[in-house]
């Protein structure tokens, strides 16, 4: 069967086997084999095709890659740990979404903390003038979900409490043409901080507050899929979220 996949991606792009092929340093008639005959490249010149075009390798070959390539990949993807959040230093937030050039995804409780520091209030602004997509997931303070996460950290009320002032500082980013608001009512694992293909993921404990569990800085790269497992996790909460009233 042809590789439909790769054929599609070229064509999308305005690309040409030849191009492609010279751009990676192989055959043309390589390429035409990697197409028509689905044949697999190489590894190293699977890379260089999806960096090139811009997509994950197992997007164009789903079947390449063994369970320990992945694994190795994904491993790679962790650029390092901070035992709690209070750990992060206070310039990573502002770097992190300063290198958006596509996607910036918050997905939160409350995120008070984001919400009080007007240099990313004003990064989060800047980037949607840019036309960089900002998406912020707050979570429903009169939802169940909220109440049990406020129980299960010790600070009963205060959960809700927090969101609602959040909602109050971000009044007018609310405004922001590009900036979207919604509320999702999910039992919340893990709050994603993410900017385009780089995430900081800050774990939830039960028992602490997200302040003083661990975080997570991932790098997408290609052939991992620890990244992905994040960004699809967003994205699901987003599809079942709602508009905050009054945005």
């Known amino acids: 069967m042809p590789n439909e996949r790769l054929r599609a991606t070229l064509l999308e792009q305005g690309l040409t086997i030849a191009t492609l092929a ?7 008639k390589t390429v035409e084999r990697w197409i028509t005959k689905d044949r697999t490249p190489y590894r190293r010149h699977r890379y260089a095709v999806a960096s090139r075009l811009g997509v994950d390798e197992t997007f164009l070959w789903p079947d390449a890659l063994t ?12 650029v390092t740990i901070y035992p709690r959040r209070t750990m992060v230093p206070r310039d990573a ?14 997905l939160v409780y409350s995120g008070l903390f984001l919400s009080e520091d007007s240099g990313i209030q004003r990064t989060f602004a800047e980037k949607a003038k840019a036309g960089v997509r900002v998406r912020i997931l707050l979570g429903d303070p009169d939802s169940p979900q909220v109440a049990e996460r406020g129980a299960d950290e010790g600070v009963g009320d205060a959960q809700a409490a927090k969101i609602r002032n959040a909602l109050v500082l971000y009044k007018n980013l609310r405004k922001q043409e590009g900036v979207e608001f919604r509320y999702h009512n999910t039992v919340l694992y893990n709050s994603i901080y993410r900017a385009d293909d780089q995430l900081l993921v800050n774990t939830h404990v039960y028992g602490i507050t997200a302040a003083l569990a661990p975080v997570w800085h991932l ?10 497992t994040y960004l699809d996790s967003f994205e699901r909460v987003w599809e079942n979220a709602t508009p905050i009233p009054g945005d």
Request: proline residues 0%.
């Open 93 to 106: 937030w502002g770097r992190l979404f300063a290198t958006a050039k596509e996607d910036i995804g918050v």
């Open 67 to 78: 369970n320990e390539q992945v694994t190795a990949a994904s491993s790679s993807e962790l």
């Open 219 to 228: 790098r997408r790269i290609a052939g991992g899929d620890l990244v992905n």
């Open 22 to 28: 010279e751009s990676i340093g192989v055959d043309q």
